[in-house]
């Protein structure tokens, strides 16, 4: 009997003491750096971004957020590295909304709803349709009448195909009836080259034209907002314009498939608290950026709808 007694007791204290282990491993998250892939080469102003809000969300998490650059798929690489992640939070990925589209358009190994968890946005991109500052064209009606004039003859640059750069012009040319000569570029810093050297007429950017719309080199003809950004105050949207639409591109952190909730409410604290850090906000308005943040919730809602949204959009417009 003493015997018996003794092994329930140690069976009682093991078990006692592996559930207490789980749960301090639990409340624990996160013990060791957090690794959030930029699905971008470095340097640009998603990663300048990326990097600013890490530095802020590892304050309120007590751990470093070390940023990876893997360029790449339409900005879909760290989708794709989310398949084969842990869901343990350790290894997160930006999601940008090409990732929605891609599926529509060429055949991709993720599903952007069934294969990630959504944890929080914290921006949205602003595109900005723009022309040299000696361009005779000084407004979005000069730059359509012009197109309708010389049709195909009016060059825009994008940072690559299938962005949403490209879906905001490609909206412009079936609003209109005008038809444009699309020339897809490998970044913004490449196709801001080809407009300073002229090699294209026009070009449409997110946030990393300010500068040169600071210094007088280019000229903002219009912005796919859904409203005017502060930092281009300025400009009209397409919409105000005449023209009846915008790009909506909110930028959000994710993760793979199955990752705890409690891990998903203590990462998007995190960016929660970041939006706040004096930081993080001054590394925004260095660039214009408009912060736009979800909660987990939001931000997956969003993804269904974005992911249902973007076949009509796709095939409206004639990009698949």
Partial sequence: MQRRTWMAVVVATTLGMGTGMAQAQGEAFPN??????????????????ARALGASMGKTLGQTVVVENKAGAAGAMGVVDMLTARPDGYRLTLAPVGIFRQPYIQKVAYDPVRDLTYIASFMTYDFILTVPASSPIRTLQDY????????????????????????AMALLEKK????????????????????????????????????????????????????????????????????????????????PKGLPQEVVRKLDAAVKAAMNDPGFQQVVANYGIRT?????????????????????????????
Wanted: aromatic letters at 10%; proline letters at 7%; glycine letters at 12%.
């Fill in 144 to 167: 359509v009448a012009w197109a309708r004039q010389h049709p195909g003859q009016m060059s825009y640059g994008t940072p690559g195909k299938f962005t949403a750069n490209h879906v």
């Fill in 176 to 255: 209109t009836g005008i038809q444009l000569n699309h020339a897809p570029f490998k970044g913004d810093a490449d196709a801001i080259s080809a407009l300073a050297g002229g090699h294209i007429q026009s070009a449409i950017f997110a946030n990393s034209i300010l500068p040169q719309l600071q210094a007088g080199k280019v000229r903002a003809l219009a912005t796919a907002a859904d409203r005017r950004p502060e930092a281009f105050a300025d400009v009209p949207t397409f919409r105000e314009a005449g023209y009846g639409f915008d790009v909506p591109s909110p930028l959000g952190i994710a993760g």
């Fill in 32 to 49: 060791k750096p957090i690794t959030l892939i930029v699905p971008y080469g470095p340097g640009g102003v998603t990663d300048v971004i």
């Fill in 292 to 320: 736009d943040y979800r909660d987990h919730q939001a931000y997956a809602a969003f993804a269904q709808q974005a992911f249902a949204e973007e076949k009509a959009i796709v095939q409206g417009i004639g990009l698949d």
